[in-house]
């Protein structure tokens, strides 16, 4: 399932928080994004970004390194180095040196932070899925179309 978050009336992100936050949720949030929240997106909407922060979503715990993640993203060390600095400042990693690595994970916290602000500044119901903690939003029927 899928979170389809608006930036504006032309701009749309589309973000796979299955592993993250569960159901899917449609919602228009243009009015009502923080400048922290717009980083966020800028981070997302770039590809190489978007890709290696599922590869260190689908690592977990464990994160990556930033050789690792190269070379699954067939993707030069430098030009990554830039991308995953980005992701590290917008919240949605962390990196640890260990030995001569950088070890790169995902910061799954920030997702559910940004999801939660994002529907309770609208008129969308937020509870607290009890096995993961995730914020669920309740949506109308109509919602999902």
């Known amino acids: 399932m899928r979170y ?6 032309e ?3 589309k973000l796979d928080f ?3 936050l569960g159901d899917a949720v449609y919602m228009d949030a243009s009015e009502s994004l923080s400048t922290d929240d717009v980083t966020i997106f800028e981070a997302l909407a ?6 290696a922060l599922r590869q260190l979503l689908a690592a ?3 994160g ?5 993640l190269a070379k699954n993203l067939d993707v030069p060390h430098n030009t990554l180095s830039f991308h995953l600095s980005f992701l590290v400042k917008a919240g949605l990693a962390t990196v640890v040196k260990s030995g001569r690595q950088m070890i790169y994970r995902a910061e799954t916290g920030r997702f559910q932070g940004l999801i939660r602000s994002l529907a309770e500044s609208g008129s969308y119901g937020v ?4 096995r993961t903690g995730a914020a669920l939003i ?3 029927p109509a919602a999902h179309n």
Do not use: F, H
């Open 138 to 140: 309740e949506l109308p």
């Open 46 to 51: 770039q590809p190489t970004r978007l890709a």
């Open 127 to 130: 509870t607290e899925d009890p």
């Open 11 to 13: 701009s749309w992100v």
């Open 18 to 20: 299955a592993s993250i």
């Open 4 to 9: 389809l978050l608006a930036l504006g009336a």
């Open 60 to 62: 977990g715990t464990a």
């Open 64 to 68: 990556l390194a930033a050789g690792t």
